[in-house]
């Protein structure tokens, strides 16, 4: 991520703290790592940009925000009178981490214990098709998973039984069955 701040030629802006906007939210050290400096912004430039590392890590987490702001400007040499340079009213710039580590989970169906997305069956009576909705990455939070059958070659009704339902998973739950019926 790189934060770019513009001002006019002359002015040392010094970056006295990045900070965190909610402690529950981004975390120096854990989420970005802290910048501290002086950016200088040349004669006859107009930006200047300040690199913030952004830290991966394996905790579920909504969108983080940290703020990158102008602690204070001081003029370095003119020939120009001088005048005293200010900050201005845009003086923090507002980096979002988007949530990226699945914290309520990501949902698949599979239709054996080895993970297989498709199963050939012979067609009879009686036959049933057990498959697992399975909750990858995290399973944090109550979650709803609706499902339902869809003919494709293979006719609802005539081949197998129509059928669906919405699965609850709860706090900590893994995986939940589904059995289709084959005529």
């Given at each position: 991520?790189?934060?770019?701040f513009t001002?006019?030629?002359y002015?040392?802006?010094t970056m006295?703290?990045t900070?965190?906007?909610?402690?529950?939210r981004?975390?120096a050290?854990?989420?970005?790592?802290?910048?501290t400096?002086?950016?200088t912004?040349p004669?006859?430039?107009?930006?200047a940009?300040v690199p913030?590392?952004?830290?991966?890590?394996?905790v579920p987490e909504?969108?983080?925000?940290?703020?990158v702001?102008l602690?204070?400007v001081?003029?370095?040499?003119?020939?120009?009178?001088r005048v005293?340079?200010v900050?201005?009213?845009?003086k923090?710039?507002?980096?979002?981490?988007a949530?990226?580590?699945?914290?309520n989970?990501v949902f698949?169906i599979?239709?054996?214990?080895?993970?297989?997305?498709?199963?050939r069956?012979?067609?009879?009576?009686?036959l049933?098709?057990r498959m697992?909705v399975?909750?990858l990455?995290?399973?944090?939070g109550?979650?709803?998973?609706r499902w339902?059958?869809?003919?494709?070659t293979?006719t609802?009704?005539?081949d197998?039984?129509a059928?669906?339902?919405?699965?609850?998973f709860?706090?900590?739950?893994?995986s939940?069955p589904?059995?289709?019926?084959?005529?």
């Open positions: 991520v790189v934060t770019t001002g006019s030629s002015y040392n802006k006295v703290a900070q965190s906007l909610f402690r529950a981004a975390e050290s854990l989420d970005f790592v802290q910048t400096g002086n950016v912004i004669a006859g430039q107009r930006i940009t913030v590392t952004i830290l991966a890590d394996n909504i969108n983080e925000l940290f703020s702001d602690q204070s001081s003029l370095i040499s003119t020939s120009l009178p005293p340079p900050i201005g009213t845009n923090t710039g507002t980096v979002t981490i949530t990226n580590d699945n914290a989970g698949a599979y239709v054996s214990t080895t993970q297989l997305q498709s199963i069956v012979d067609e009879r009576q009686q049933a098709v697992t399975v909750r990455d995290s399973a944090i109550t979650a709803t998973v339902a059958t869809v003919s494709q293979a609802a009704g005539q197998f039984a059928a669906g339902n919405t699965l609850s709860a706090d900590g739950m893994p939940s589904i059995t289709v019926q084959i005529n």
